[in-house]
């Protein structure tokens, strides 16, 4: 294995996760953002995962311990990226800021240093000239919860070295994920290309009025045997990202029904502080979400 430091970039929900998932298993990494405020965050973010791997993974106290302290944090990008390996890049999905961020890092990442993009939903190839490295630039997705949920999407683009593909595969498999290679560019990867149009409708559906929260996660549980419905997984993916995503949506389509869901989830959500799992409150209450009672599937 080529890859020994691992750099996070971006300490949100999914990029805490990243970060504590390689240092669980062996990895030294650094996590970097904006600013020293935000990482404190991080740094709480990752204190809880310590509880669920314990739960979910029946991890012991010492290792999870031990990957905490394998995780250094830094709001200087140069200092945050002085020995990465690999840089993986978890930051709002939003193309200017992801295309500054790229010609800010490689103005200071070493030349060795292999980027990878978690982005859902945008492209490498629209990064791929940003990096200045091109032939080391490609994606790798993760799902949420990716202790549990755990699959890498490995993505490349027509210019990435087929060589840094493979160790980017091979990187997945010693983090414990379930390595899955995509051969062309494709918008959602497998996992997003079958998830985001349910919860594209799922959304659509809530902000037509058609139905609420509760009744149209049941419909989905119950028909097809899902343990969630799609507002519960839009809890746990983050409502900011949704709306993001949304936004990008309406703004590129002119889709006056994305433009109304984009507000809906503005005005009633983000706004509110309601920002999903994470926060206490999305579509739901949290430790204890209605879809968890054992009457939620009843009449």
Do not use: C
């Amino acid at each position: 294995m080529k890859f020994k430091h691992i750099t996070v970039a971006g300490s949100g929900v999914l990029g805490s996760q990243i970060a504590f998932q390689s240092a669980f298993h062996g990895f030294n990494v650094t996590v970097y953002d904006i600013n020293d405020e935000v990482l404190e965050s991080a740094k709480e973010k990752i204190n809880l995962l310590k509880g669920r791997y314990q739960k979910d993974l029946n991890a012991s106290q010492e290792q999870v311990e031990a990957a905490s302290d394998r995780i250094s944090y830094n709001s200087d990008l140069a200092k945050a990226t002085a020995d990465a390996d690999l840089l993986i890049e978890a930051i709002p999905e939003i193309v200017p800021i992801k295309t500054e961020f790229y010609q800010n890092l490689s103005k200071v990442a070493p030349e060795k240093t292999v980027f990878a993009t978690n982005s859902s939903t945008l492209l490498p190839s629209q990064f791929a000239e940003a990096t200045g490295r091109p032939e080391k630039f490609l994606a790798l997705h993760f799902a949420n919860e990716i202790w549990i949920n755990n699959t890498a999407e490995i993505m490349k683009h027509p210019g990435t070295d087929i060589n840094v593909f493979d160790q980017v595969v091979e990187f997945a498999k010693a983090i414990g994920m379930v390595a899955l290679p995509l051969h062309k560019e494709q918008p959602g990867y497998i996992l997003n290309s079958l998830l985001v149009p349910l919860l594209d409708a799922a959304e659509l559906l809530l902000s037509k009025e058609v139905a609420d929260v509760e009744t149209i996660d049941k419909t989905w549980m119950i028909a097809t045997g899902a343990p969630k419905g799609p507002f519960a997984i839009l809890d746990v993916v983050g409502i900011t990202t949704s709306y993001n995503i949304v936004k990008a949506k309406a703004e590129a389509t002119g889709n006056p029904e994305f433009k109304k869901l984009a507000e809906l989830l503005k005005t009633e959500y983000i706004d509110k502080g309601k920002l999903g799992a994470a926060t206490g409150e999305g579509f739901y209450k949290y430790p204890n979400p209605r879809f968890m009672d054992p009457d939620f599937l009843g009449n």
